[in-house]
Structures are given as structure tokens and as C-alpha cells.
């Protein structure tokens, strides 16, 4: 009798462990069921928040440069401040940012294989300022162009079939600065350098060769320095400076500072020198509790509204 009562106690034991480990194993699925439901709610909600807030940005756009207009643009205008949002629900903070005060790599060459020559020395400037090889630009040249022909250390297609991983060079213009990574010379580092002040968007939707301008009023004073020899570390400060205190409306407001006019006056400086912009990235944040989403735009302002030409989220 004591033998069978001690199996009984044990017995009890063991199908009350079990019991206890079947419930914590259901509570623990319920649990996690539930965490990932949320998770996706607060995911949905980040996202529907966070595209909310690039529609937002566009609508800061218009409002402070209505279409068709011909005024300037500037660091000093609305649409530059971030706009940040909080209340129980989550947290929006949405930045824009203007395209056109970069240096548009897509302007490099002509699709008949002709270099753009104002371009051409902005890139050779920078480059020298940011410490990146001038053989660069021929490959960049030849990726672009529509014929075969290699220039002095360049590349075409003959040397991207030579490759371990073979494929064939665009033969036009570049969809994504991340294309950078397939022309020869263009390693991670020089793309790293590069991508603060250079853009592949044109400020035009036409399909023929024209130069996107850079605007003088929002472009950092590394591009800046790159616009023209003239235009030396004082010269670009001076410029930044006078900016901040009134945007420059006409290129030949570079007047009030000293030696401005001459570089006014400038072909390479006027060739690519601006003072608007029709490019902008729209950068959107959203969060929802411990959920975040993120949705970057670049948008150009046109007559007939707004193109969409980068949307990723």
C-alpha cells in the first residue's frame, strides 16, 4: 500500500509538470502571437504615418514654391526646417533637402560621347578636394555614352565582359548612385565621398542632353569650391555666409562680395551656376512605440505638379 501510494504521488507530479509546462508553452504562444500582431499594427501604422509625412513635405514644397514659379530657393525658405511631430499615437519628423545644389553626375557626358566640359572640370575640382583620381571620370564617360570607344583609362563593355562576374556597361545615363559601384574605379570609399554632393537627377523631364544648373543658394561649399578655380575655401565662405544673411536672386547679386563679380562673369562658373532649384529629397521618420519606419523621396517640381523620380521605403 505504501509502494502504490508513492507511485500515485509521483504519478501526480509528473501530470501536473506537464500540465504546468503545456500552460506556460500555450501562454507563451498567446504571447507571442500577440506581440507579433501588435508588432504588425504599429508596423502598418509607421508606414501609413511615414508616407503621410512625404506627402506632407510635397505639400510644403508647393506651398512655398508654387509651380511655375521663377523665384529662388534657398536655406532660407520654409520647406528647409524640419518639421517634427509627437503626440500619443507616435513621432514624425520629415526633412527636406534640395537636389539641385549638387553636382548631377548625369550631365558628365553627352549621349553622342561628347563630354560636357563644365561639368567635367566641377567633377575634376571636387574630386581633387575630396582626394579621388581623375581616371575616374573617363570610366564614368564611357558608362554613359552610347558608342564603344574607350577613352585613356576608361572603360567599356569589352573590359566589364572580361570580368569574373561579366555584364555590360549602360551605355546611358545612371538610375541609382548605387549603379556607381558597377564602373570601373569607383570603389566604396569614392562613392562614400561623392554621394553628399553629387545627384543623378535631371531638373528637366526632357529626353535630350541638358545640363541641371546648380542652385549657388543651397549648395555646400565643397560644390561650391568646385564650380570654379576662383572660388577658393575664403571665397566659399564668404558666399555661405552671405547667403544666410540674403539669398542671392540674379547670379550677379555675387557682387556684395568682394571679387563675386568676376566670378559672375565667369563662363565655367555660369555654365553651371544657379540660384533655384526644382529637385528635392524628402526624407520621412516615422514611430509607433518601439516600431520605426523610414521613406525617402525625390520629387521635382514642374509645371504640371509633382514627378516622382525616388521612392524607397
Same mark, same amino acid.
Given at each position: ?35 507579433? #500582431?501588435?508588432?504588425?499594427? %504599429?508596423?502598418?501604422?509607421? #508606414?501609413?504615418?511615414?508616407? &503621410? ?20 530657393? #534657398? ?10 511631430? %509627437? ?117 528637366? &523631364?526632357?529626353?535630350? %542632353? ?91 517640381? #514642374? ?11
Amino acid at each position: 500500500m505504501r509502494g502504490e501510494r508513492g507511485f500515485a504521488l509521483i504519478l501526480t507530479l509528473v501530470v501536473t509538470a506537464l500540465m504546468v509546462a503545456v500552460l506556460v508553452e500555450l501562454i507563451h504562444g498567446v504571447y507571442v502571437d500577440i506581440s507579433l #500582431s501588435r508588432g504588425y499594427r %504599429d508596423g502598418q501604422q509607421a #508606414s501609413l504615418l511615414a508616407e &503621410s509625412g512625404v506627402t506632407g513635405g510635397i505639400k510644403l514644397l508647393q506651398l512655398s514654391i508654387p509651380p511655375g514659379t521663377n523665384g529662388t530657393t #534657398s536655406l532660407s525658405d520654409a520647406w528647409a526646417t524640419p518639421v517634427k511631430l %509627437d503626440d500619443e499615437t507616435g513621432a514624425l519628423e520629415v526633412t527636406v533637402s534640395e537636389e539641385s545644389g549638387k553636382i548631377n553626375l548625369n550631365n558628365l557626358a553627352y549621349s553622342n560621347g561628347v563630354i560636357e566640359p563644365y561639368t567635367q572640370a566641377a567633377l575634376k575640382r571636387l574630386g581633387k578636394r575630396l582626394q579621388i583620381p581623375d581616371e575616374i571620370w573617363n570610366s564614368l564617360a564611357d558608362w554613359q555614352d552610347s558608342n564603344d570607344e574607350t577613352r585613356s583609362n576608361g572603360a567599356e563593355t569589352p573590359y566589364y565582359r572580361s570580368l569574373k562576374r561579366p555584364y555590360a556597361a549602360r551605355n546611358g545615363k545612371l538610375v541609382t548612385l548605387t549603379e556607381l559601384s558597377l564602373v570601373k574605379g569607383f570603389t566604396p570609399e569614392i562613392i562614400d565621398k561623392l554621394k553628399p554632393f553629387v545627384t543623378i537627377y535631371a531638373d528637366q &523631364s526632357t529626353t535630350l %542632353d541638358t545640363v541641371t544648373k546648380v542652385n549657388i543658394n543651397t549648395a555646400p561649399k565643397e560644390v561650391l569650391m568646385a564650380l570654379d578655380d576662383a572660388i577658393d575655401e575664403r571665397m566659399a565662405e564668404r558666399i555661405l555666409e552671405e547667403r544666410r544673411l540674403k539669398p542671392f536672386e540674379p547670379i550677379g547679386d555675387l557682387a556684395r562680395i568682394p571679387g563675386g563679380a568676376t566670378i559672375s562673369l565667369s563662363p565655367s562658373f555660369g555654365g553651371l551656376a544657379s540660384v533655384k532649384g526644382k529637385l528635392f529629397r524628402i526624407t520621412s521618420v516615422a514611430r509607433v512605440k518601439e516600431t520605426a519606419r523610414k521613406v525617402e523621396a525625390v520629387i521635382r517640381l #514642374s509645371g504640371n505638379g509633382v514627378d516622382t523620380l525616388y521612392w524607397q521605403e
